[in-house]
């Protein structure tokens, strides 16, 4: 009989957002009238219609399909050329990073996952607590932890607690740690890193032999002037980061899937003999073994948000979004909740009332508010006590939301 991989049973419970998704439908068949009320601003998901200039590219691309003399069959699995550097001139002008080492794939929650393909057993990795559930759940998936004990810790794992007592900046590693997963601005606390913080991260990764995955799928919502956009704006990152992005927020593309990963090729690991090895030509052949490309519309139409049409656009979606957090943000504070991030990412983290717990947060809001929201302990242990309010929604739903949450909190 065919042998299945056992770690899989490591994961006790579904993952986060499907299991929010199941609670609101026993809730919804249960509740027919309220379910009609409901307003979702757990999950983030983008709701505002693609921009103007994607969606011409688009049609252009597809016009070009239809024809013999311009149609396109498979395209390069690393991405077309114009759409990689156009990427390098728009977002990291200046950095020293060369078209090649961008990979064009369709989403970065499958490149957080899918880069664990060519790093070894045995590894000592580090994570943020609360943490997008990604980072943890691959890992278990592939074997690099134990079991989980009673709070969902994975034996194996080096946790980095986040909340309010350290300001939500993780304390670099006492130990060595071989990779080090960051978020900024961070999903789920909605908080950022400023340059002294990743240099220190950069150091450390430096001086260990550490290698940093450095998730930036959210820059673009960044306000502040000290808050780096890209890892590799800190000098050496070169040596030690990669870095992941996507065109889901900043753009639409949550159901169209777009994204990328940049790999600069002086960034090293080390072989099983200990001799090192570049990590660049390494996922060059896993993305192109694995993968036949994101399709030519959509890259396209990824192309045109560096358009200045593209651009304005974007910018609007930008500042509809990060209206809303303030709003959400406000509210929370005007009732008395301690509430962080929401300033440099669509994400308000509150913590809960208190002897409230994060997941009692969530049946109260849906119960009595008719409001979805993200319990913090779906993120990990730390995240008991808070809970996650997406500012990706309409205007009016959002002022909707803060006025049930005047109401019944």
């Known amino acids: 009989m ?37 307003i979702r601003c757990g999950i983030g998901d983008v709701t ?11 049609h252009e691309a597809i016009d070009e399909l239809g ?34 080492e961008v990979f064009i794939s369709d989403g970065s929650k499958c490149d957080t996952g899918n880069i664990l393909d060519i790093f070894g057993p045995g590894n000592k990795i580090a994570i943020t607590d609360p943490v997008y559930p990604v980072y943890v759940d691959t890992n278990v998936m592939a074997g690099n932890t134990g079991e989980a004990d009673e709070n969902g810790a994975f034996e194996g794992l080096v946790y980095l607690p986040c909340n309010a007592a350290n300001d939500f900046v993780p304390a670099i590693p006492d130990e060595k740690v071989d990779l080090i997963y960051l978020c900024y601005p961070n999903n789920p606390t909605g908080t950022a ?29 960044i306000q502040e002037a000290d808050v780096p956009h890209s890892i590799f704006e800190i000098e050496g990152a070169k040596e030690c980061a990669i870095e992941f992005r996507s065109f889901s927020k900043i753009a639409g593309f949550t159901g169209v899937r777009c994204a990328y990963v940049v790999i600069p090729k002086t960034v090293e690991g080390t072989l099983a003999d200990g001799s090192k090895k570049a990590l660049h030509p390494l996922w060059s052949r896993r993305h192109s073994t694995k993968f036949n490309g994101a399709s030519y519309p959509v890259q396209r139409g990824a192309e045109a948000i560096f358009s200045d049409e593209g651009k304005a656009e974007t910018a609007e979606l930008v500042e509809h979004y990060m209206g809303n957090a303030k709003l959400l943000r406000e509210t929370c504070e005007k009732i008395g909740l301690a509430v962080y991030g929401g300033v440099n990412a669509p994400y308000v983290w509150v913590a809960c009332p208190e002897g409230v717990t994060s997941w009692g947060m969530f049946d109260k809001m849906l119960e009595q508010a008719n409001v979805v929201i993200t319990p913090g302990a779906g993120f990990g242990a730390a995240g008991e006590g808070y809970f996650r309010i997406s500012a990706f929604n309409s205007r009016a739903n959002v002022e909707e939301v803060c006025r ?6």
Not at 12 to 33: C, H, M, Q, T
Not at 193 to 221: C, H, M, P
């Open 67 to 100: 024809n013999r003399e311009t149609f396109r069959g498979y395209g390069p699995e690393q991405g077309y050329e114009f759409l990689r550097q156009a990427i390098v001139d728009n977002q990291f002008a200046g950095l020293g990073i060369a078209a090649d």
């Open 193 to 221: 890193a400023t340059k002294d913080q990743l240099k220190a991260w950069v150091d450390y990764a430096r001086e260990n032999g550490s290698i940093i995955l450095y998730d930036a799928a959210y820059e673009a919502f």
């Open 48 to 58: 505002e219609p693609l921009p103007q200039a994607s969606r011409k590219a688009m």
């Open 2 to 38: 065919a042998r299945l991989n056992d770690n899989f049973l490591k994961l006790k419970a579904g993952y986060l957002f499907p299991e929010i998704a199941r609670r609101v439908k026993a809730f919804s068949d249960a509740n027919p009238e309220a379910a009609k009320n409901i």
């Open 404 to 409: 049930r949450i005047a109401e019944h909190l």
